[in-house]
Structures are given as structure tokens and as C-alpha cells.
């Protein structure tokens, strides 16, 4: 739709919706340029509401922490739905389930478990992303994945429908699921595992110990880049990287990790060609060198 035309149906979102909003400030990278459309739902009536007016006519993007995404540096023709904070509820259903928003993020939803007693979600503590974002790609390290403490999940589909999907009927794969592409998760139900509050902490403590003894932080990265080849070859990801590409190849200021070479960098002011340029050259050096074709783990938006 022209952008005239959408000023004049949405209008009565008022201070809730921008047009030609820029994306920049929000995702880890601090890349990117504007989009059609951004709005932030305040709660499950109104994201209903805006879905139902827009008909199925735009392309939708839920934007999430901006933790595993690259942004396009034009106008992306779409629109960006930012979950608010009714969906940032978090609660005990039960002794050992506990109910999350899609805008809770890894890390809280981590340390509410922690502070029930209950373990399984050690592994969140780790992962800088938000629920909605975790079901989608079905995040995981160490071992573990969203799909194991998932017990159902609560979403809409591209016309306003709210439907609940129980966990054992959606296939869960490495980094993905079968669920449809369009739906805009809601909350989800969780399970753990009854245990005591210092065992669960000692957990935590040593995840993230491992992680930034491994991992690039406080910097403008976006997560893993590729996803490791579990079907391809017993090597990880970074490891073919490593023997396929010089570690200090940049493209601008897109560069590569010197901690872990699965994780680019935006070192100072990369533009969206340059980090997609370094994305496109890792792959190629690499399918060259091994033969394996990479598939990407971050999510691109153009």
C-alpha cells in the first residue's frame, strides 16, 4: 500500500505508529535504514486490530530484541511490529510451569526460574534474544534448546485468529520449525524442573563464564552468524571459517571476531552492503575450501 494510504487507515493508532521509522537504534549491529511502517502494539487487542486492518496486504516483520538481525541501509518496504509491555508478562502457572510473554527476554525469563526454584531454563542466561525470537529459530547452546522446556505456545495468524499449539505437535529442527512463517507469537508455557536455587545458580554462573570466555560482548555484534553443518560434517562452523578465510578479512568496517570467528562486527560505522558483503565472501571461501554450503543463522532484512 502507498504510504499515504496507510497514514490514512492507521491513524487512529495515534502516537503508536511511525511512518518511515529508522531501524538503526534498534537491532545489536546498528545497522540499517528506515521502514515503511513501525508500530508498537500495546497489547493483544490492538495488535489484532492493526493486523485486521492491514488485510494481509503488507509485508509484517516482529521485531524482537534486534539481537540476531541485519537490516537493510534503503527502505524496507514493510512493517516492523515492536510487542510492548503487556506482552513482557511473566508468571508461575504452576510448581514447575511458568508462562511467558513473546517480548520476555531469554535472560528474565532465565532468572524467574531461577528464583522459583526451577532449572531447565539455565541455558536463556546466555541467549540475548526474547521468547517470541527463541520459538521461532528455536535457540539454543550448551547443549540446549527452546523445544525442550516448550510446552505450548500461543499466537495469531496473518488475519487476527488467535490459535494455541501444543509443543508435541510442532516439528522442531536445528535453528527452525515447521510452524507458519507469518504467525506473531504471543506467549508461551514453559516446563522446568523442581531443584535448589544455588545448584541452578551454580549453573547459570558457569554458562555464562563459558560464554565470555568464548564469545565477543559489549560490542556491535549479532549473535552466530551461520549455523553449524550437523549433517554435513563433524566440524563446528567457526572451525571451517577458520581454515577457509584469512581472520582479518573486513569489508568497511564489517569485520570478523578476533574472539570467535562465527561472530561479525560492526566496528565502527559498517553500512548494510558491507556486513552482507563479508556474510557472502565467508560462504563462498568456505563452499570453495570444503564444499560445504553454510546456511545463515542471522536473519536478513531487505
Not at 167 to 192: Q, V, W
Not at 237 to 242: D, E, M, P, R, S
Amino acid at each position: 500500500m502507498k504510504i499515504n494510504h496507510l497514514k490514512k487507515i492507521l491513524n487512529s493508532f495515534g502516537e503508536n505508529i511511525f511512518f518511515e521509522c529508522d531501524l538503526k537504534k534498534k537491532n545489536w549491529f546498528n545497522i540499517g535504514g528506515k521502514s515503511k511502517v513501525f508500530f508498537k502494539a500495546d497489547d493483544l487487542n490492538q495488535l489484532i486490530n492493526f493486523i485486521q486492518i492491514l488485510n494481509n496486504e503488507e509485508r509484517i516483520f516482529i521485531l524482537g530484541a534486534g539481537s540476531n538481525i541485519l537490516i537493510t541501509d534503503g527502505l524496507f518496504d514493510g512493517v516492523v511490529i515492536k510487542l510492548g509491555k503487556n506482552f513482557s508478562n511473566i508468571s508461575l502457572h504452576s510448581e514447575d510451569i511458568i508462562i511467558a510473554g513473546s517480548a520476555v527476554s531469554d535472560k528474565s525469563l532465565s532468572n524467574f526460574a531461577l528464583q522459583n526454584n526451577l532449572s531447565g531454563f539455565e541455558f536463556l542466561s546466555c541467549i540475548p534474544g526474547t521468547v517470541g525470537g527463541g520459538i521461532t529459530m528455536n535457540a539454543g547452546c550448551f547443549g540446549k534448546e527452546f523445544k525442550d522446556i516448550l510446552v505450548s505456545v500461543q499466537a495469531i495468524d496473518k488475519f487476527g485468529k488467535v490459535i494455541t499449539v501444543p509443543s508435541k505437535d510442532i516439528k522442531f529442527e536445528y535453528r527452525k520449525n515447521n510452524l507458519p512463517e507469518d504467525l506473531i507469537f504471543l506467549s508461551a508455557s514453559f516446563k522446568g524442573v523442581k531443584s535448589n536455587y544455588e545448584e541452578i545458580e551454580a549453573k547459570i554462573n558457569k554458562l555464562k563464564y563459558e560464554k565470555e570466555r568464548n564469545q565477543p560482548t559489549q560490542i556491535k555484534t549479532s549473535g552466530s552468524t551461520f549455523k553449524n553443518p550437523i549433517s554435513q560434517s563433524n566440524k563446528k562452523v567457526w572451525q571451517l571459517i577458520k581454515e577457509s578465510v584469512p581472520l582479518n578479512q573486513s569489508f568497511g568496517d564489517a569485520c570478523i571476531s578476533e574472539k570467535h570467528c562465527n561472530f561479525f562486527v560492526n566496528k565502527g560505522n559498517a553500512k548494510f552492503h558491507d556486513m552482507k558483503k563479508l556474510i557472502d565472501h565467508v560462504s563462498e571461501k568456505v563452499l570453495k575450501k570444503t564444499g560445504i554450503k553454510l546456511e545463515k543463522e542471522i536473519k536478513i532484512l531487505e
